[in-house]
């Protein structure tokens, strides 16, 4: 069953904890994003990157970082540097880079307490 | 950079009518244009695309039209039906481009009414 695996589906944090995001992908795609949706709001880019061991930040890097050390994982960390964390983060594949297809995982929902 | 507008925010129509919903794009260098569904908790699902050098294309009741001129591109449901309920969202990127992403619109919120 191919596709894209987000995992957890909901995610609880304190203030002031950092926080991992998983997201897997078995589509063999080089290039892996992860954006931010908020109430009301469109999507916006956090990180993207287009091939293992690269990845550039996107409009609202401030407060995540990411890493791409597999082709199918790209993990989003939400540090305690995030001042307003709680959203809805999804997670996205493309065949390469530049190519416009993308395709969505089920998403994590994080709530701070 | 590019920045999509879209509308209207909020639409409602009786099952069975017709529902359109429109976007602008600002960079005229933008080439190709997809349309998103999603359900409540759920992520986006790519439902229809169109590149521009194609003026229209369609798939079964989901069309979709780009005027490159106006730089504007809408979304037709057509005999809809309680199940296309949900958010819609249009994009447009530069293909080929060195990033790659996709600038969204807002979103429309879609209510079928049985």
């Known amino acids: 069953d191919g596709g894209i695996t987000q995992s957890p589906k909901y995610l609880f944090r304190k203030e002031g904890q950092n926080v991992t995001l998983s997201c897997e992908q078995n589509l063999n795609h080089d290039a892996m994003y992860w954006y931010r949706q908020d109430p009301g709001q469109g999507l916006r880019l956090i990180y993207y990157?287009?091939?293992?061991?690269?990845?550039q930040k996107g409009d609202i890097a401030e407060g995540y970082s990411v890493s791409r050390e597999k082709k199918e994982s790209f993990p989003l960390t939400v540090t305690s540097a995030q001042k307003n964390p709680t959203a809805f983060y999804l997670c996205?594949?493309?065949?390469?880079?530049?190519?416009?297809?993308?395709?969505f995982g089920p998403g994590t929902r994080l709530t701070v307490l | 950079g590019e920045n999509v507008e879209q509308h209207p925010s909020t639409l409602s129509v009786q099952e069975g009518d017709s529902a359109v919903i429109k976007c602008t794009y600002s960079d005229s260098a933008s080439n190709y244009f997809p349309w998103y569904k999603q359900e409540l908790g759920k992520g986006p699902q790519l439902i229809i695309d169109?590149?521009?050098?194609?003026g229209e294309k369609k798939d079964q009741r989901i069309a979709v039209t780009l005027n490159k001129t106006a730089k504007h591109f809408s979304l037709h449901i057509t005999e809809t039906q309680p199940e296309d309920s949900a958010v819609y969202f249009c994009?447009?990127?530069?293909?080929?481009?060195?990033?790659?992403?996709?600038?969204f619109g807002k979103g429309t919120k879609l209510s079928v009414k049985p």
């Open positions: 990157s287009q091939i293992v061991n690269d990845f």
């Open positions: 169109i590149r521009s050098n194609v």
């Open positions: 994009a447009a990127s530069i293909r080929g481009g060195s990033q790659g992403n996709l600038i």
């Open positions: 996205a594949s493309s065949d390469r880079a530049g190519s416009d297809t993308q395709y």
